[in-house]
């Protein structure tokens, strides 16, 4: 291995697998029969002939976005200087009209996290501090539906949080009911569904609610004194979160604390003026919401010199990592879940899930070296359909 590997080639393969869940036309994920779908590989090789790979969706970083924004940044440059490429591939988005995402910036970032563990021989959680070897897991819920046995009444989400706690989860998180939902939203469902999840679990699983997001302020209020007479450990995205006031106003008369942002448009910046604003008490990142390891690393950093909790949005080989790689942010978000769904099933394009449960409910941190995802490069090759 030489000191200085430079980067040699950038390169995305689409590719056909399989999933059992599917989108509805908010977005939303829901349990789905077993069907073909396209997922993309993204991967970087640099001089030493050591690879780093990330996945990531078909569409996010699309040819011209990967040539443009990323491939003629990276090439020939040094690749271990993460904190500079990721510096001038994030300043190239304001020109890109909202074409180069973080999601997609975030990919790049953690393939070259990737190429870095693997050329060292050394797992990122490790290479980032290496805090902690496992974390605790809550499980979080798939949104809810109109499936019959599924996550369809307060009854529903009462049983299946039961079957959770027996599962070993030590924690668990709702995502109640949002649109196209034919009764949704509606701040009393949720409230049924939160009151049937406590009575179910008993009063010391600590309980979080994701709710509707664009409730008005009144109803987030409402809703967020129900979560409190039930004894919930954190309230996350009941309104628009581009509004922080409407999230300090908020947060000024709830004692429970409200999380956030997951979604808000602003990496690091905006996680500061929510801070500083008082619109949280519990700041959230994630490597997707972000723009991969480098700013998520930064957010933690931020919300521990503020004395504030840092929880972790999503899961995935880049938001393990960071939580091994430091001691904050209490638990692994597991998910989503529902009575009808295997999460637990291995994907044909993997050899195994990055994030298997224990007994105790905790997550163990990768022993590989790089992220740690156990990709299967024979199916992966063997499923590719277009290259770039
Ligand atoms: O709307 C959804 O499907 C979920 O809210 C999803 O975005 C999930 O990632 C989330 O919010 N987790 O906290
Ligand atoms: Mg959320």
Same mark, same amino acid.
């Given at each position: 291995?030489?000191m200085?590997a430079v980067?040699?080639?950038?390169?995305?393969?689409?590719?056909?697998?399989v999933s059992?869940?599917?989108r509805?036309?908010?977005?939303?994920t829901h349990?789905? *029969?077993a069907?073909e779908v396209r997922q993309?590989l993204?991967?970087i090789?640099d001089?030493?002939?050591?690879?780093g790979?990330?996945l990531?969706s078909a569409?996010?970083?699309r040819e011209p976005?990967l040539?443009?924004h990323?491939?003629n940044?990276?090439l020939?440059?040094?690749?271990?200087r993460?904190?500079?490429? +990721?510096?001038t591939m994030?300043?190239?988005?304001r020109?890109?009209?909202g %074409?180069?995402t973080d999601?997609?910036l975030?990919t790049?970032?953690?393939?070259?996290w990737?190429l870095?563990? !693997? !050329?060292l021989?050394?797992?990122v959680w490790k290479l980032?501090g290496?805090?902690?070897t496992?974390?605790?897991a809550y499980a979080?819920t798939?949104?809810g539906?109109?499936i019959?046995?599924?996550l /369809?009444t307060?009854e529903?989400?009462?049983a299946? /949080?039961?079957?959770?706690?027996e599962r070993?989860y030590?924690?668990i998180?709702l995502?109640? +009911?949002m649109?196209?939902?034919?009764f /949704?939203p509606?701040?009393g469902?949720?409230?049924?569904?939160?009151?049937a999840?406590?009575?179910?679990?008993g009063p010391d699983v600590?309980l979080?609610?994701d $709710?509707?997001? +664009?409730?008005?302020?009144?109803e987030a209020?409402a809703?967020?004194r129900?979560?409190?007479?039930?004894?919930y450990y954190w &309230? *996350? *995205?009941?309104?628009?979160? $581009?509004s922080?006031?409407s999230?300090?106003w908020?947060?000024?008369q709830?004692d429970i604390?409200v999380?956030?942002?997951? #979604?808000?448009w602003?990496k690091?910046?905006a996680?500061?003026?929510w801070?500083?604003?008082g619109?949280?008490?519990?700041v959230?990142?994630?490597?997707?919401?972000?723009?991969g390891? #480098?700013p998520?690393?930064?957010?933690?950093?931020l919300?521990? /010199?503020?004395n504030?909790e840092?929880?972790?949005?999503g899961g995935?080989a %880049?938001?393990?990592a960071v939580?091994?790689? #430091?001691?904050?942010?209490r +638990? &692994?978000e597991r998910?989503?879940l529902?009575?009808?769904y295997? &999460?637990?099933?291995?994907?044909?394009?993997?050899?195994?899930r990055?994030?298997?449960l224990? $007994?105790?409910?905790?997550?163990?941190?990768p022993?590989l070296?790089?992220?740690?995802?156990?990709?299967?490069?024979d199916?992966i090759?063997?499923?590719t359909? $277009?290259s770039?």
């Amino acid at each position: 291995m030489s000191m200085t590997a430079v980067i040699e080639s950038v390169t995305v393969s689409v590719f056909r697998t399989v999933s059992k869940t599917s989108r509805d036309s908010d977005g939303h994920t829901h349990p789905g *029969e077993a069907h073909e779908v396209r997922q993309a590989l993204l991967r970087i090789t640099d001089s030493d002939g050591a690879t780093g790979y990330s996945l990531t969706s078909a569409d996010q970083l699309r040819e011209p976005i990967l040539a443009g924004h990323v491939r003629n940044h990276l090439l020939g440059q040094d690749a271990s200087r993460r904190e500079r490429l +990721w510096q001038t591939m994030a300043q190239t988005q304001r020109g890109s009209g909202g %074409g180069f995402t973080d999601r997609a910036l975030g990919t790049v970032d953690m393939a070259l996290w990737d190429l870095e563990g !693997r !050329r060292l021989g050394m797992p990122v959680w490790k290479l980032l501090g290496g805090g902690r070897t496992k974390v605790p897991a809550y499980a979080s819920t798939m949104c809810g539906d109109e499936i019959p046995g599924g996550l /369809a009444t307060p009854e529903d989400y009462g049983a299946f /949080a039961a079957q959770l706690v027996e599962r070993g989860y030590s924690a668990i998180k709702l995502h109640t +009911w949002m649109p196209p939902v034919s009764f /949704a939203p509606d701040t009393g469902m949720d409230a049924k569904a939160c009151a049937a999840v406590r009575e179910a679990v008993g009063p010391d699983v600590p309980l979080m609610l994701d $709710a509707n997001h +664009w409730y008005t302020r009144l109803e987030a209020l409402a809703l967020g004194r129900s979560l409190e007479k039930l004894g919930y450990y954190w &309230y *996350e *995205e009941p309104m628009e979160e $581009a509004s922080v006031q409407s999230y300090k106003w908020l947060a000024d008369q709830l004692d429970i604390p409200v999380i956030g942002p997951e #979604t808000a448009w602003g990496k690091g910046y905006a996680r500061a003026e929510w801070i500083v604003a008082g619109a949280c008490d519990i700041v959230r990142a994630g490597v997707g919401d972000l723009g991969g390891i #480098t700013p998520t690393m930064k957010v933690v950093h931020l919300a521990e /010199a503020f004395n504030m909790e840092c929880e972790i949005h999503g899961g995935g080989a %880049g938001n393990l990592a960071v939580l091994g790689g #430091t001691i904050f942010g209490r +638990w &692994y978000e597991r998910g989503l879940l529902h009575p009808h769904y295997d &999460y637990d099933e291995v994907p044909p394009h993997l050899n195994s899930r990055i994030d298997d449960l224990d $007994a105790e409910g905790f997550v163990h941190m990768p022993t590989l070296p790089g992220l740690g995802e156990d990709l299967n490069l024979d199916y992966i090759e063997e499923n590719t359909i $277009a290259s770039w």
